[in-house]
């Protein structure tokens, strides 16, 4: 029988990658991938030799399938069981060279591991430990550096230009934005939204619903495979949903599995937050699109 953990206690764990040339550091990260089919992946790459790989969440299911839309981790801790696992297969695999060069080296264990997700770092330090990963493993070191973080975020960009463009979105492909790692720590609960005064004297929330304009525009764009609606002409549509029908409402019909209310009520709290960057904004809006695929698959089987 296969162990995944032994086999990975047993790599060599060399100091520099089998080229020689650079260290035998990796850094990983997490992202959210909304190309269909949408999905959490796990990011490596080796920046000294600009080397990516990328993993869809969870590795061991079909990624054509909708089962990836299950795996949707609200915290680190959540998270860290499968990281772990698909950075184990990873190395253990060696990262699917074979598929593309006949020159294969042997697989190996990464020297230094890093991420730039101080409270993923702990929770996967955490599994391997409890997995019974051996104790040099289990170290993951934090990346740190404006300049570190912005050559991950290039190297992750190259790999999403090759994803967009294998979607077939043609035109669409220009107003996609290559996701940034989800970042647990900086979680701030957002204050819970209100409904909207749409009144001149309440410019904040006029934003608001322009801000909610625009993200239903960028849903619409994915789903429909089109260009952008008329932002000016949508918007008086948007206002006046927002101004008739209340929050109560909108929430009361989400919860018996409306996927347009869900898409309401979701796209209603992101914009009242305002923060892009908040993984609980991410969390709702993306929950929205996973209900909103699963009902696809729903109706198409």
């Given amino acids: 029988m296969i162990d995944p953990v032994k086999d990975f206690n047993a790599l060599p764990c060399p100091p520099l990658a089998p080229s020689s040339k650079v260290p035998n550091h990796w850094h990983f990260d997490l992202r959210y991938v909304t190309l269909e089919p949408p999905a959490h992946v796990l990011f490596l790459v080796q920046l000294d030799s600009s080397f990516v790989h990328m993993e869809r969440l969870p590795y061991d299911v079909d990624p054509t399938s909708n089962e990836t839309l299950f795996y949707f981790p609200e915290s680190s801790s959540a998270a860290a069981p499968v990281v772990c696992k698909a950075l184990i297969h990873s190395f253990l695999d060696g990262f699917g060279i074979e598929k593309f060069t006949k020159d294969v080296p042997a697989p190996y264990a990464p020297f230094k591991l890093t991420t730039g997700e101080r409270s993923l770092a702990h929770a996967v330090e955490e599994e391997f430990q409890c997995m019974g990963v051996r104790r040099e493993l289990c170290r993951i070191e934090i990346a740190s550096g404006n300049r570190t973080h912005v050559a991950i975020q290039a190297a992750f960009n190259r790999i999403w230009e090759r ?13 996609l934005k290559a996701p940034d790692p989800i970042q647990f720590s900086n979680f701030r609960p957002a204050e819970w939204p209100r409904d909207l005064n749409l009144d001149c004297e309440a410019p904040d929330d006029f934003n608001r619903a322009v801000f909610y304009t625009r993200q239903l525009a960028s849903l619409q764009v994915v789903e429909n495979n089109t260009l952008p609606m008329n932002i000016r002409q949508a918007l008086s549509g948007v206002m006046d949903l927002l101004s008739r029908k209340p929050l109560a409402v909108v929430r009361a019909e989400a919860d018996t599995g409306n996927v347009m209310s869900a898409i309401d009520y979701a796209l209603r709290y992101a ?15 993306q929950q929205v699109m996973q209900a909103n695929q699963i009902a696809r698959f729903s109706v198409g089987t």
């Fill in 163 to 175: 994803l967009v463009q294998a979607s077939g979105l043609g035109p669409v492909a220009t107003v």
């Fill in 271 to 285: 914009s009242w937050s305002f923060l892009a960057s908040n993984h609980d904004v991410l969390a709702v809006s």
